[in-house]
């Protein structure tokens, strides 16, 4: 079982530049979220779904856009990255019932220079 | 949603036992008690969770306040490998989706 799979692992970006972080799980999950870390901080929500079709917001939502088109995906978009979006970033699925568990990807290391 | 407190950092040695506090004065009813870890680069893990009665599992054991209010992590034993940043969340069926973090608590073990 794979999991939750982030792809890339690194990757630098220049101010302004565009980029999908791309997030997989093979649990069959309906929800997926997206939360940034920075430096010596917690976890904060970005975006997240309940299912295909189906995305809100979460605590940060600025400068990042979301879509679920199948249950497995749930890509992550910066639109014009910023030196502020620099963070790791982590996905996360799991099932519905509040008595399950959650999956989280290894994350994306992002720095915009 | 409610919200959960937690020390910024504890310390612990090894094969001790650790004992990581959470505050939830405002849960609900139907807010289960998760806890996770993060360990050094890596994404936070699943470790324990319960609702009402004391749990427990390979990894550790979950002591629940009779009024819900707070809970304590309880490792029996802890090793090196326990040195990670425990989170302590509520989750319900309406929000299991958009769970929120605070900073958790750093737990140091020396050995």
């Known amino acids: 079982n794979a999991g939750v799979t982030q792809t890339p692992k690194f990757q630098v970006l220049k101010t302004g530049q565009s980029m999908t972080l791309q997030c997989a799980q093979d649990m069959n999950h309906e929800y997926m979220s997206w939360y940034r870390q920075d430096p010596g901080m917690g976890l904060r929500l970005i975006h997240y779904?309940?299912?295909?079709?189906?995305?809100d917001q979460g605590e940060v939502p600025n400068g990042y856009n979301v879509s679920r088109s199948t249950t497995e995906d749930f890509p992550l978009r910066l639109l014009s990255a910023a030196p502020s979006q620099t963070s790791v970033y982590f996905c996360a699925s799991n099932s519905p019932e509040g008595n399950t568990e959650a999956f989280f990807g290894q994350g994306t290391r992002l720095t915009v220079v | 949603d409610a919200k959960t407190t937690q020390p910024n950092s504890m310390e612990s040695n090894e094969e001790e036992p650790v004992h990581l506090p959470c505050n939830h004065s405002?849960?609900?009813?139907?807010?289960?008690i998760h806890w996770y870890r993060q360990l050094p680069s890596q994404g936070p893990e699943y470790v324990i969770h319960?609702?009402?009665s004391n749990v427990n599992n390979r990894m550790a054991s979950l002591a629940i306040a009779e009024d819900r209010k707070s809970s304590t992590l309880i490792l029996h034993r802890a090793t090196l490998r326990d040195a990670a940043v425990y989170y302590c969340i509520l989750r319900n069926n309406t929000n299991a989706g958009k769970s929120t973090f605070g900073d958790g608590t750093t737990l140091t073990v020396k050995p």
């Open positions: 319960g609702l009402t």
């Open positions: 405002t849960i609900s009813g139907t807010d289960y």
């Open positions: 779904s309940v299912g295909a079709g189906i995305t």
